[in-house]
């Protein structure tokens, strides 16, 4: 999530938005009444959430709400999850969830992975689940190709243009990025 929020931050500012406070909150925290007054303060025009617990996400709108919060709330993928919803009941009317997949599609190469994670692990396959999966098939496909050779490897990866995965299909520029 550093990567992500430094991203936002960096990218929000070029857009001649600022980001006005970065909140932060802990891993166990399931009260977050201290950092919402915080924002509330600010009268931000939106909030965005980058929590890694679908849960806690869910339990921070439903706070917000509680409290008379109703900024437009932002979340990304890990709020794509039936925890999130559990947790947050009718308060996740209107949040906006930005996704690299799509858990809901009817696509057979989701469908098919999803039920044996399922028969496997007896729960979902959130975003970090598919995307693990993703890339490793990728990387077992160039060794499949290249043998167990680093470069040949890095080379059959640079070679790839596009990628048919589980999450949809990837297109690749000329640095690797999707």
Same mark, same amino acid.
């Given at each position: !999530?550093?990567? !992500?929020?430094?991203?936002?931050?960096?990218?929000?500012?070029?857009?001649? +938005?600022?980001?006005? #406070?970065?909140?932060? *909150?802990?891993?166990?925290?399931?009260?977050?009444?201290? @950092?919402?007054?915080?924002? @509330?303060?600010?009268?931000?025009? /939106?909030?965005?959430?980058?929590?890694?617990?679908?849960? @806690? $996400? !869910?339990?921070?709108?439903?706070?917000?709400? =509680?409290?008379?919060?109703?900024?437009?709330?932002?979340? *990304?993928?890990?709020?794509?999850?039936?925890? *999130?919803?559990?947790?947050?009941?009718?308060? /996740? =009317?209107?949040?906006?969830?930005? $996704? $690299? &997949?799509?858990?809901?599609? %009817?696509?057979?190469?989701? @469908?098919?992975?999803?039920?044996? +994670?399922? =028969?496997?692990?007896?729960?979902?396959?959130?975003? *970090?689940?598919?995307? /693990? +999966? %993703? !890339?490793?098939?990728?990387?077992?496909?160039?060794?499949?190709?290249?043998?167990?050779?680093? /470069?040949? #490897?890095? %080379?059959?990866?640079?070679?790839?243009?596009? &990628?048919?995965?589980?999450?949809?299909?990837?297109?690749?520029?000329?640095?690797?990025?999707?």
């Amino acid at each position: !999530g550093r990567v !992500g929020i430094m991203e936002f931050i960096q990218g929000a500012r070029r857009l001649g +938005y600022p980001v006005l #406070i970065e909140q932060r *909150f802990l891993d166990k925290d399931s009260d977050f009444h201290d @950092q919402l007054l915080k924002i @509330q303060e600010l009268s931000p025009q /939106a909030v965005v959430i980058w929590g890694n617990d679908p849960k @806690q $996400s !869910g339990l921070i709108v439903k706070q917000m709400r =509680e409290m008379g919060m109703n900024h437009p709330i932002f979340g *990304f993928d890990r709020m794509a999850h039936p925890l *999130f919803l559990e947790a947050v009941g009718n308060a /996740a =009317e209107g949040v906006v969830v930005a $996704s $690299s &997949y799509n858990p809901d599609t %009817d696509d057979p190469v989701w @469908q098919t992975f999803r039920q044996r +994670y399922q =028969e496997r692990f007896k729960e979902e396959p959130d975003a *970090f689940a598919a995307h /693990a +999966y %993703d !890339g490793m098939n990728i990387i077992v496909q160039a060794v499949k190709k290249a043998g167990l050779n680093r /470069a040949r #490897i890095r %080379d059959a990866l640079f070679s790839l243009k596009s &990628y048919r995965v589980v999450t949809g299909q990837i297109i690749f520029d000329t640095v690797m990025n999707d």
